[in-house]
């Protein structure tokens, strides 16, 4: 693993603080004064303002840095959309998970069509590199229509039935959408879901894994590769 790209330079706090409150923040369904309160009891006195900051310098570096999964031909791709309110106007926060429950990507957009769809499409192309074996959705017809024009030999089975990983997968978020009384923008949003589920890819284990010796097992590995990451090893 090479050395963490993040620059902690005229920071007057060391990188194992750092990290720790961004661990904190994006690991759990906390407010940026929760985690201000949490580093309290500890005997750090830090803003959330400055933990704001912090989120917006360093998150972004962090997630790009997260190991990500090896895309597979074997895939399921699961598809789904969820109404946010940003600034009293409603958006579409569409998002795609795997059969693991991986999240693979996810885009804030205005409208709920077509146009919308085939932009998830070709974004998920372009960042997997293949195709998946199947993509599930609920009964939206922009998901028929778009994956028409964008990979027509995939299978696509479209059941709200089915799709119960998708709809799941949104659950987490509205958690947080709740302790942070919503979301100010569209790209405040974007900026934060994208380190969100990178942050949560890493610690969720696999469906597959679920005894409580492999959960744990995992969850160390993932907190070594993330001090790693962002320098509190050193």
């Not at 690991?27 to 917006?56: A, D, K, N």
């Not at 959960?215 to 993932?222: K, L, N, P, S």
């Amino acid at each position: 693993m090479s050395s963490p790209t993040i620059c902690y330079k005229n920071h007057r706090f060391p990188p194992q603080i750092i990290a720790r409150a961004m661990w904190l923040y994006f690991r759990f369904p906390l407010s940026l004064r929760l985690v201000e309160e949490m580093l309290l009891e500890r005997g750090i006195v830090v803003s959330y303002e400055t933990i704001r900051r912090w989120s917006r310098k360093c998150g972004a570096a962090y997630a790009k840095q997260l190991r990500r999964k090896k895309p597979s031909r074997k895939d399921i791709w699961h598809l789904d959309e969820v109404a946010i309110a940003i600034g009293r106007r409603k958006h579409w926060l569409w998002r795609a998970v795997d059969q693991d429950g991986y999240v693979l990507d996810e885009i804030v957009q205005g409208r709920r069509d077509t146009k919308a769809t085939r932009r998830l499409l070709v974004r998920l192309l372009k960042k997997q590199g293949l195709p998946p074996k199947r993509i599930i959705t609920d009964k939206l017809r922009s998901y028929g229509a778009a994956r028409r024009d964008v990979m027509r030999g995939v299978e696509h089975r479209s059941h709200k039935g089915l799709n119960n990983r998708a709809e799941n997968s949104h659950v987490p978020l509205r958690k947080r959408e709740r302790m942070m009384q919503c979301f100010r923008s569209v790209g405040g949003l974007q900026r934060f879901i994208s380190v969100f589920s990178a942050v949560r890819n890493l610690f969720i284990p696999p469906h597959q894994k679920r005894s409580a010796l492999a959960t744990h097992i995992h969850r160390i590995r993932a907190m070594a590769h993330w001090n790693v990451v962002t320098g509190a090893t050193a």
